[in-house]
């Protein structure tokens, strides 16, 4: 299923963009691969509120799911380090994963927000990825 990218900017000021893939998708690779991409034109200077989720988990017991979300265009991790542990006696036993931080650009232009997945033995699974930026 392809992203789906949508901007906006409503009568009270706000500027918002988000980027969704809700389709599931797998991996076996220990490398991150990308889920979703969110592309976002900011200034240097520019502080925006970036909200994330998405639903995972490894079909392999003791597996994990290794989660990262960063700014792709200038290496900066936003978060990294979550796992969802593997359970292969519940079938598809998909976990829930959502967090927010305040980003501070230093540099402008267009970055590129993602959301990555990855194994670390087994097939780990991916849906429901959602990227929302706020311009504060």
């Known amino acids: 299923?392809?992203?789906i990218i949508?901007?906006?900017?409503?009568?009270?000021?706000i500027t918002s963009e988000n980027a969704q893939s809700e389709g599931e998708s797998t991996t076996t690779a220990t490398t991150y691969q990308t889920k979703v991409t969110l592309?976002?034109?900011v200034g240097a200077g520019d502080i925006?509120?970036?909200?994330w989720s998405c639903e995972a988990y490894n079909n392999t017991n003791n597996a994990t799911t290794g989660i990262i979300v960063q700014n792709s265009t200038d290496i900066e991790t936003i978060s990294e380090g979550v796992v969802i542990m593997g359970d292969n006696s519940e079938p598809k036993g998909y976990k829930f994963h959502a967090g927010f931080k305040r980003q501070t650009f230093t540099t402008g232009g267009t970055k590129s927000i993602v959301i990555q997945w990855r194994a670390s033995t087994g097939t780990a699974y991916i849906r429901r990825a959602h990227i929302l930026a706020i311009k504060v």
Do not use: C, H
């Open 1 to 3: 299923m392809p992203n």
């Open 6 to 13: 949508a901007k906006s900017k409503g009568a009270s000021g």
């Open 39 to 41: 592309s976002l034109t």
């Open 48 to 51: 925006w509120d970036i909200f």
